[in-house]
């Protein structure tokens, strides 16, 4: 079976949903797929980053983590979008990119891809489930495939949310179960993913 190209965008102010992008990358490669690895440009002016040492050091620590642009989008197959919760919506880092892509909508380069988003908040019911349900209004533009988690792997159980793997911040960096659920994500796009190029292809 050809292998999926996934590409999995986030944005991360102080290393959370960081952590959760590389356990899908973990969970994408080892499922078989090709993986890109992301991260949208930074807004927020230096005043505000520097109010913060985490925010600021999180910046240097992923200075090497290549920025996302179109051609990550139109190159893979399922993209996997990560974001922290600002008031119950994505940040407005991510949403700065995706209100970029209206080129890619307009030629249809955006449909027929799997789809699928994780996040993080820094309390618990902080907008984790409306922040992903809100990525999921750009999906439906875009004529995207949603792939959630839902209830299909044990680690769902303990996680808890069947809309995209999530942590709460509050509580420390994510653990075991949160990372486990980022990377059985990850694997359900991949295979959703493999499925359907194979039955394109067929």
Known sequence: MEPVNVAIIYY?????????????????EKAGAHVRLRKVAETAPPEAIGARPAWAQHLQDTAGVAEAGHGDLEWADAVLFGTPTRFGNPASQLRAFIDTTGALWYHGKLADKVYSAF???????GGQESTL?????TFYHWGGI??????????QFQSGNPYGASHV??????GEVALQAARHQARRVVDTAASLKAGRTA
Request: proline residues 11%; hydrophobic residues 40%; without cysteine.
């Open 12 to 28: 991360s102010a102080t290393g959370t949903v960081h952590a959760l992008a590389q356990a899908a990358a973990e969970g994408a």
């Open 119 to 125: 996040t993080a908040s820094n309390t618990a019911h």
């Open 133 to 137: 349900l809100a990525l999921g209004n």
């Open 146 to 155: 949603i792939v959630p988690p839902g209830y299909t792997d044990p680690v």
């Open 169 to 174: 911040a509050g509580d420390g960096p994510p």
